[in-house]
Nanobody
């Protein structure tokens, strides 16, 4: 079964840091373009970071300068480093990526989501 598995969420005080991980599991050949989104109850999911397969990144204004997306292609894992966290960053965070399997099937996958809570 091909899937993205997230980890790294939790509770942190304002000004603190967290790093989220998103690992592809299954018979994976590569992770292509992907990104990180977040959602709070009653609101639409918003994309906060996008990342190409080559590692180029683009960020929402709300997180620019504080969040950094990266990837380790050998480990088939994406990361989101979140610094200077604010209470407004509290949300469920989701990773998303196009994953190519060894049998050359492509899947647009989402992780299961991980809760990030920033206390003031």
């Amino acid at each position: 079964q091909v899937q993205l598995v997230e980890s790294g969420g939790g509770l942190v005080q304002a000004g603190g840091s967290l790093r989220l991980s998103c690992a592809a599991s299954g018979n994976i050949f590569s992770i292509n373009d992907g990104g990180w989104s977040r959602q709070v109850p009653g609101k639409q999911r918003e994309l906060v970071a996008a990342m190409t397969s080559g590692g180029n990144t683009h960020y929402a204004d709300a997180v620019k300068g504080r969040f950094t997306a990266s990837r380790d292609n050998a480990k088939k894992t994406m990361y989101l480093q979140m610094n200077s966290l604010e209470p407004e960053d509290t949300a469920v965070y989701y990773c998303n990526a196009v994953v190519i399997t060894q049998s050359l099937n492509a899947f647009d996958l989402w992780g299961q989501g991980t809760q990030v809570t920033v206390s003031s």
